[in-house]
């Protein structure tokens, strides 16, 4: 047997491990210090029981073994906490949990959990190996003959239609990820979650096109089946996600030679469309939005043109950036240039036509109408202003006795 132990305090992982091993030599036992790191062993390993911790950095225990037990249906869980409260035990029984465990752990207590739910195991194991194993070649070799035909790519000679025979007719679904970070453990949460929707509200798959796209085909039962399904997704991505996405959707689609300019031009729609999420992040990539528009607002300087300098879409970038700042790009680099101009008029003798250039504007003509529209006066105007408030807080401090 196969035991996954994830919990967050080494003391706790290595003292369950220690317990099975003296008790149970023949079982192997793999530990994981946080809900990242159980996905990766889940998908890596072939684990038959996890006893995970509730309470965890990012994720919970309970929220592990929601988004995981659609998908890894086999896995028994067993939930470990140090708070008692009941509303704990009682989510763990609704999502199907073998035991709720209080720290600290008895190691009798312990041992005979392991011992029942090693016997029940084996049992299981025995009936379902083959049967599973079938289901599951089949599901990755569907998933990836569509994932290839939907990017475009030669199959090769196989034909599609078993694999969709059961869809006469169907929707695209396609979730994008924006991060410049490893989406792995967002790409297995999508995955899980709109898998289970999909059962839950007709028939379909989904399939992975891309590091940071994932597409379902969709079969809803039922009139608004695909409205339902996309808020229901919407909703639960906002509460598991620390990524933006967007959800996009095609129309009913009855032709499967479709299906790839289908999803090139949900793709290229996708630059268009604003997302479902912000980021809980961010700050970084707008700090060094920040200080390059400081360093070059002399230039011309455009939304795509600093979007792409801290790698991010520029709808998204677009959204973040006035989420952090308070401004819209446009008006904040038009705000900048503006104070500096007015430093410039009231503390320099540059011309204004060397002080448009100075602040990014070319244009002179262009830079006095910006100027008059903001502050109310021309460029000349605002210089005599300021000039004459300087004369007289002059006057006023040489009058002072």
């Known amino acids: ?44 390993e072939p684990i038959d029981l ?16 929601e988004i995981s037990r659609k998908i890894h249906t086999h896995v028994k869980w067993v939930v470990i906490s140090a708070y008692s409260e009941f509303a704990y035990a009682k989510e763990a029984v609704r999502l199907g949990a073998k035991d709720y465990l209080l720290k600290p752990i008895g190691k009798e207590t312990l041992i005979d959990m392991i011992r029942e739910l090693g016997k029940e195991i084996e049992q299981e194991n025995e009936r379902n190996k083959e049967a599973q194993l079938l289901k599951r070649n089949l599901r990755f070799l569907r998933e990836a003959v569509f994932a290839r035909w939907a990017s475009g790519l030669d199959l090769g000679g196989i034909d599609l239609a078993p694999f969709t025979e059961n869809h006469p007719f169907f929707h695209l679904v396609m979730v994008r990820l924006e991060s410049d ?18 059962e839950s509200a007709g028939k379909g798959f989904v399939t992975s096109i891309d590091a940071r796209s994932l597409l379902g085909l969709v079969t809803p039962s039922g009139e608004g089946g695909l409205n339902r399904l996309v808020d229901q997704l919407r909703s639960h991505l906002k509460r598991y996600l620390k990524t933006p996405f967007q959800i996009l959707c095609s129309d009913r689609i009855s032709d499967l030679a479709k299906v790839p300019a289908e999803v090139r031009r949900m793709r290229e729609s996708s630059a268009f469309q604003v997302y479902d999420h912000y980021a809980s992040g961010g700050e ?16 011309e300087l455009t939304l795509e043109k600093v979007a792409s300098i801290v790698y991010l879409n ?12 308070g401004k819209g ?20 003798e540059l ?13 002179v003509r262009h ?23 300087r004369s007289d807080a002059s006057a006023e401090q040489t009058a002072k006795p």
């Not at 965890?56 to 592990?64: A, F, I, R, S, V």
């Not at 520029?314 to 700042?325: A, C, N, R």
């Open 351 to 363: 011309k204004v036509g060397d002080i448009s250039e100075r602040v990014g504007y070319p244009d």
């Open 284 to 299: 970084q990539a707008v700090e060094v939005a920040l200080q390059y528009i400081r360093a070059h607002y002399s230039e």
């Open 329 to 348: 790009f446009k008006e904040y680099v038009t705000h900048l240039r503006l104070e500096r101009a007015m430093e410039l008029l009231r503390d320099s």
């Open 50 to 65: 996890v006893l995970t911790d509730v309470l965890m950095p990012g994720m919970t225990g309970l929220e592990l073994m």
């Open 1 to 44: 047997m196969n035991i996954l132990v994830v919990d967050d305090e080494s003391v706790i992982r290595s003292g369950i491990e220690r317990t099975i091993h003296r008790h149970f030599p023949e079982h192997r036992v793999v530990l994981a210090a946080d809900p990242e790191e159980a996905v990766q062993l889940l998908k890596q």
């Open 314 to 325: 520029p709808v998204y970038f677009s959204q973040l950036f006035k989420q952090k700042t």
């Open 181 to 198: 970070s490893d989406t792995k453990l967002e790409h297995f949460i999508v995955e899980n979650v709109f898998s289970e929707l999909i």
């Open 367 to 389: 830079f006095s109408q910006i100027f008059r529209k903001k502050t109310g006066f021309t460029p000349s105007e605002y210089r005599q202003h300021a000039g004459a408030g």
